[in-house]
């Protein structure tokens, strides 16, 4: 056997050595997007496996340096402590649903965690990603790692798209911008929380949907090209179950919309699910993509803190949650809509998704036989998973849910072709229903 730098010389899984994290500094020295992050990056954090203890600094310009075995003296921000069955999935060419991403693993493994100073990670956390994606390929062959290789064809033509602004008479005087196209029956999209609805472009795109679908998308206010309510900056910004719901109807009553097909993303599939309990008259059908009865722990501070980069930090925290072999392209798109988003917008939202929306309890509410509940979750979403999602679904009479294989937390922006697989045969029913 071969003498490699990811196991080590005749033996399994040797990681963590020095001649590992020696490759690891090769690879980062010479990767493009590490360079353009490298004159700020500056880390220090150890590893712990097995029994052995790896500290690694990190320094402006990617100056690389490993100790094996630190001394009592020897200080750093924060550790990465897991078993050998933690690490190796989590290195694995693709990695497996829930082993994909740092934070994925230090909520759901039992043998994983992060300690000591987060905000460390925090700060840093688009390169973390970087460098952990390109550890992931030590040792393996290109061809067995799924990065960058599952994606051909052309980006697609935005010319059918068209799009305006209009006021919702909702008492709040705000003016949003929604983007269309395709005719028939309506179908509104809900974009995720601290983005907007260039997420949906794809589905806009997909001449298979839009001659039977008017497939429409609304930036929220504050979100996007929608500008944010007079006095903005005097207020902290949270979204509310009330408030959203609200806002949402209240631009299907501005359009004129007959009973849309309402199909949303994360909080937005959270409120697609609240329209079907409190508006099933004023909603045909709901497709509620990653969202669950309760969802804890994501209002949290990191995207306010005045030394984590605002928008940039929610933008690589949301990186994480998708599937580590969707189209490189795509989850740098979904990457740049978030770190475009306003100060504090990203953690408002997540204030109704992870704090003030509740549904337990109340499943039974929602009249499927009124409004029809369709309900989908990613393989590799960490912050709301699949089983979360289908617990929800049991709750709810008459509901259906699938798990979507090889998809995170943006289906629809992420890999759109394998998206739709899942999306049109559900669209194709609802159709058939509308016209019974």
Known sequence: MTDDPRTGKDGPAAFPNISWFERLGEIVASDPEMRVLGRYFEARFAIVCGGRTILVEIEPALAFRVVEEPGMEASWDFTLRGEAADWESFLSPVPSALCSDLLAMNRHSETFHIEGDRKALVRHMRGFHRLFQLARRIGYAPEESLYDTNFTGEKPDLSGISGRYLRLADGSASEVCFEEAGIGAPLLCLHTAGSDSRQYRDLMCDEEVTPSWRVIAFDMPSHGRSSPPDGWWEREY????????????????????????????????????????????????????????????????????????????????????????????????????????????????????????DLRGREEEIDTKKCPVYMMTGEYDHACTPAESRETARKILGAEFTEMKGLGHFPMAENYPLFREYLTPILARIAEARTH
């Open 238 to 357: 949270r979204l509310t179950t009330e408030s959203y719901a609200s806002t949402v109807m209240a631009f299907v009553e501005a359009l004129g919309l007959d009973r849309p097909v309402v199909l949303g993303c994360s909080m937005g599939g959270a409120v697609a699910l609240e329209l079907a309990r409190a508006y099933p008259d004023g909603v045909g059908a709901v497709i509620s993509l990653e969202a669950a009865s309760k969802i804890e722990g994501r209002f949290l501070d990191w995207s306010i803190l005045p030394d984590a980069g605002g928008s940039a930090t929610a933008a690589a925290w949301t990186y994480g949650l998708m599937a580590p072999q969707s189209p490189e392209r795509h989850r740098r798109e979904v990457f740049w809509h978030y770190a475009q988003g306003g100060p504090g917008i990203y953690r408002g939202d997540t204030f109704f998704y992870g704090v003030d929306w």
